[in-house]
Nanobody, 121 residues
């Protein structure tokens, strides 16, 4: 129901734009979020956005570099990533939940498959 795309290989300092497209149902009333998981590490919160697109919330590690947005008409969420660092390398996942901002991925009931982001130094 959620499909992430847009990952790839980029040099440090570069930019990528991830998309998360929903199908089969509308997530327009849901909080949607981005998470990432590096090899050998737990899935960690990156950013979340409410259904209006207001009040985006970011992890400290990406604040000022990443921008989350959504287009409910297209049932799609985005993550614009700039000034990428090697430590941003991970598989990025999108998730959704009915309401409330949570950094715990277990609070999200809907997930897409991930998209790999690799940042070379």
């Amino acid at each position: 129901q959620l499909q992430a795309s847009g990952g790839g290989l980029v040099q440090a300092g570069g930019a990528l734009r991830l998309s998360c497209a929903a199908s089969g149902r509308s997530f327009s009333g849901y909080v949607m979020g981005w998470f990432r998981q590096a090899p050998g590490k737990e899935r960690e919160f990156v950013a979340a956005i409410d259904w209006r697109g207001d009040s985006p919330f970011y992890a400290d590690s990406v604040k000022g570099r990443f921008t989350i947005s959504r287009d409910n008409a297209k049932n799609t969420m985005y993550l614009q990533m700039t000034s990428l660092k090697p430590e941003d390398t991970a598989v990025y996942y999108c998730g959704a939940r009915p309401s409330g901002y949570y950094m715990d991925p277990q609070r999200y009931g809907y997930w897409g498959q991930g998209t790999q982001v690799t940042v070379s130094s």
